[in-house]
């Protein structure tokens, strides 16, 4: 694990590497040196910077999308080109990387609309304008301010779309793929879908509204579809396709973003859910036999809740002490993000610090898992939601 942290030093059959995880290089020696067999990628900055491209011309097996690939997350405006170039249901939108062409879009359009940063800005290059003004100063932030850097120099305006949105990931390789367990997750910070967008401040597996009908009409219409146009413009896709899907009342499915890797917090109760073993899915997905892999997923619900340092989704204070780490927390689990360690102590280092993750026979079930492993768990200033997973619980209170 590069770089790791103290959830994972914890782990009786893992070890951790001082390298970053965007080092390409750094991360290519250890794997040539260590004779490492197989090397799966989690985050995005790397898969931007081509590690993929240089462990595979390096011999290397490498799990994870090609720099070309893994522009369906890298650039947005290269995502929804994409997606209009082979008919792939998604929002209206237009892209822009001069100000005042996206105030006069903006204004034509009227709210709400969605403001986004075109490059990667971790989970939080995205407003939700309610109002004009609102969207007129993020795309000023973006554009002019340089509030997300890099990622911000162009932006994609699109329309609001209203509905319940999931998260449905594949494992794939080329045309072959594997569905995962359905998701979905809470992007905004408080409680009721309130307050600015985050990289997600919880999540659960299944997701109700992904229906068996739903599923099938998003393999058909954006999965099967996505993986023939990588393919067919030279840049096959293997590696975690993770499409954020807008489902409205009817069933009707547009791709809001993608993802190419598994992405937080809907990794962890996903995999909690998982009875087969990854690893042997994602090698099949390297070796070309994914035809032949079985996946097997517990029949009870997992649900996440993330716990954020003070001042998450902006800058955020660190090095606050974490206290009941060490407490039962019953058949919970607790997943280190943002975490650092100072001597004796575990603190925060990040925004996003940590997730926990219940299961139980029902979301309800799970989600009081969750929840009575948070209550044993505190530090100066953490915050969390106290609602995750309440569309699913109504719809089991209305079954």
């Known amino acids: 694990m590069a770089p790791g942290n103290p959830g994972i030093d914890a782990e009786t059959r893992c070890r951790t590497i001082d390298a970053q995880a965007d080092d390409v290089e750094r991360l290519l020696t250890f794997a040539l040196e260590n004779d490492v067999d197989f090397t799966v990628v989690g ?10 491209d240089a462990f595979r011309a390096a011999g290397k097996r490498i799990f994870g999308p090609t720099r070309a690939a893994a522009q369906l997350e890298s650039s947005k405006a290269f995502a929804k080109d994409f997606l209009e170039r082979h ?5 209206a939108y237009a892209v822009f990387e001069a100000l005042e062409p996206a105030l006069e879009y903006i204004r034509t359009r009227g709210a709400p ?5 075109d490059g990667l800005a971790a989970g939080k290059g995205v407003v939700v304008a309610t109002t004009v003004a609102e969207a007129e100063a993020a795309a000023r932030d973006m554009l002019s301010g340089g509030s997300m850097g890099a990622a911000g120099s162009r932006v994609v305006i699109e329309e609001f779309l209203d509905g319940e949105e999931a998260s449905f990931i594949v494992v794939a390789n080329g045309t072959q793929y594997v569905p995962l367990a359905s998701s979905q997750d809470h992007k905004r910070i408080f409680d009721g879908d309130l307050g600015p ?10 997701a109700p509204v992904v229906t068996p009908e739903v599923h099938a009409r998003i393999c058909r219409d954006v999965i099967e579809p996505t993986l023939a146009g990588m393919s067919a413009e030279g840049r096959p ?3 975690f396709l993770y499409a954020g899907v807008m489902i409205d009342r009817q069933g009707g499915i547009k791709v809001l973003e993608f993802n190419t890797r598994m992405g937080d917090p809907e990794t962890q109760p996903i995999l909690f859910r998982m009875e087969s073993d990854l690893l042997e899915l994602l090698e099949a997905a390297v070796d070309g036999h994914l035809d032949q892999a079985m996946v097997r997923w517990s029949p009870e619900p997992a649900l996440g809740v993330v716990m954020a340092a003070h001042g998450y989704p902006g ?8 206290r009941g780490l060490d407490a039962d927390l019953g058949g ?7 975490t650092s360690r100072r001597g004796d102590d575990i603190v925060t280092s990040g925004g996003r610090v940590l997730c926990v993750v219940g299961k139980g026979r029902d979301v309800a079930a799970a989600q009081r898992s969750a929840y009575a492993a948070i209550r044993e768990i505190t ?10 997973g309440y569309r699913a619980i109504a719809r089991e209170s209305a079954g």
Not at 87 to 91: D, G
Not at 197 to 206: C, D, E, K, L
């Open 197 to 206: 967008n985050t990289g997600g401040m919880g999540a659960y597996s299944p």
């Open 237 to 239: 896709f293997g590696g």
């Open 332 to 338: 919970a689990k607790v997943f280190h993000a943002g």
């Open 379 to 388: 530090w100066d200033g953490m915050q969390f939601r106290t609602d995750i």
């Open 113 to 117: 609309i969605v403001v986004k940063a």
């Open 315 to 322: 800058p955020v204070r660190k090095g606050d002490v974490i």
């Open 43 to 52: 985050p995005e900055a790397p898969l931007s910077k081509g590690v993929v």
């Open 87 to 91: 008919s792939i249901p998604t929002a």
